[in-house]
């Protein structure tokens, strides 16, 4: 499975992944789950919103055990970002039937659509439609970078737009969702545990800044006449840095948008993206808003507008803390070892599905170790054993939580 999938959307240059939704590399994919769940002999669906389920047993019977991730990719991304999640639900349920288990509730495995926002802007659309938490109108008025609308690049894609929205139906099904991820940090790394269970997702948001100015000629233009929006961002950029550090959190300036674009050009506009995320809500807030004043005041400096736009936000998730006892029960299985959970549990500063879905079901992660902690990039990497332990661990979970 792991070989089948690595060439889908692997870019010759960087050698990274351009698995955007609802592109080529987006529909290989889809393709690829779908054998995947048919050559198990799974009932095969596409729900209101694009996400892919492959169901064994009655999904009508209610309280199935749901597991899965998603298969795009941030531009450039890694192979494991996502794609592991899917693939070792597959294979855990291989390592089931295996084992002879007989199932006593429905098992779904679930590729959920658009996850990353790479080319709409928003993460964890298909996810958030499911839950109601992106209204219809509101995805119908995202567009990529070349102006391509949602709705166009789904029916593109030969999906229907007029169709999605809220599936409260669906989610009434589930009675557990479990979510196996690549670490993105080097927590397990530094501890020595192949397999973590998630505490909680970090508040975490972006901000577009807008930072207006006057285009004009950059070889006979003075200094002193001037309202180059470009230097009230780049120190915006070390203001982010530094506040992030006085307040133990991280904020990034990602993505950058200009205007005019020439290089013998003052900009007129400089459009630049900030993430941050932070452990608590109030150390988040601070740091913002600590950005925010250091941006104006650089603006006015500079005689150039501002405007500070909040595109997407995710308050804390703490995950269901049943769901997630219980599988520190099964994975440990002696409980505690000298007054300590035999599996680690960790949080985490990156928004998954599980976040998304935390509102409505019982959600729960798994992680598996990442030995650089680099994600979102090329270099990203999980060893194969740990890989298999991952695997070995996820159908644990599932044998516990659905063949009793």
Same mark, same amino acid.
């Given at each position: 499975m792991w070989r089948e999938l690595l060439p889908v959307g692997r870019h010759a240059d960087s050698q990274g992944y351009r698995r955007y939704a609802?592109?080529?590399? =987006? &529909?290989?994919?889809?393709?690829?789950?779908?054998e995947q769940a048919e050559g198990r002999g799974l009932a095969y669906e596409v729900d209101r919103n694009g996400n892919q389920w492959a169901w064994l047993g009655d999904p009508d019977a209610g309280d199935a055990v749901v597991t899965g991730s998603h298969l795009d990719s941030v531009p450039d991304g890694g192979a494991f970002d996502g794609p592991l999640g899917v693939v070792?639900?597959?294979?855990?349920?291989?390592e089931l039937r295996g084992r002879g288990v007989r199932f006593g509730k429905p098992l779904a495995i679930v590729n959920f659509g658009d996850e990353e926002g790479a080319r709409f802007g928003l993460a964890c659309v298909g996810s958030r439609l499911t839950a109601g938490q992106l209204t219809?109108? =509101? &995805?119908?008025?995202?567009?990529?970078?070349?102006?391509?609308?949602?709705?166009?690049?789904?029916e593109a894609a030969g999906y229907d737009p007029d169709a999605i929205g809220a599936d409260p139906g669906r989610l009434a099904r589930i009675g557990a969702f479990v979510e196996l991820h690549v670490e993105q940090g080097r927590a397990l790394d530094l501890s020595g545990d192949r397999v973590g269970i998630a505490s909680a997702i970090w508040p975490h948001g972006r901000w577009r800044f807008d930072f207006r100015g006057e285009a004009n000629h950059a070889g006979t233009t003075r200094l002193a006449d001037r309202r180059d929006p470009m230097l009230s961002y780049a120190e915006t950029v070390l203001a982010a840095r530094r506040e992030a550090e006085l307040a133990g959190a991280v904020a990034t300036f990602g993505k950058i948008a200009v205007e005019p674009n020439g290089v013998n050009a003052i900009p007129s506009l400089v459009r630049g993206w900030l993430d941050s995320r932070a452990a608590d809500q109030g150390t988040l807030d601070t740091v913002v808003g600590g950005v925010e004043r250091a941006a104006r005041a650089y603006a006015a400096a500079h005689g150039t507008d501002l405007d500070v736009v909040r595109e997407s936000?995710?308050?804390?998730?703490?995950?269901?803390?049943?769901?997630?006892?219980?599988?520190?029960?099964?994975l440990g299985k002696d409980g505690e070892r000298d007054g300590h959970l035999t599996v680690p549990v960790l949080g985490t500063g990156a928004g998954h599905d599980a976040g998304i879905l935390s509102g409505s079901i019982p959600t729960a992660m798994l992680f598996v170790r990442n030995p650089t902690g680099v994600s979102h990039s090329p270099a990203e990497f999980a060893a194969e054993d740990d890989c298999v332990a991952g695997v070995l661990a996820l159908a644990d979970v599932l044998e516990g939580l659905a063949c009793r």
């Open positions: 609802w592109t080529g590399a =987006d &529909a290989e994919c889809r393709v690829w789950f779908r070792s639900s597959f294979a855990a349920l291989d219809v109108d =509101d &995805a119908h008025r995202l567009t990529d970078g070349d102006g391509i609308s949602l709705p166009r690049a789904m936000f995710t308050p804390v998730v703490e995950f269901d803390h049943a769901l997630r006892d219980e599988l520190a029960r099964i």
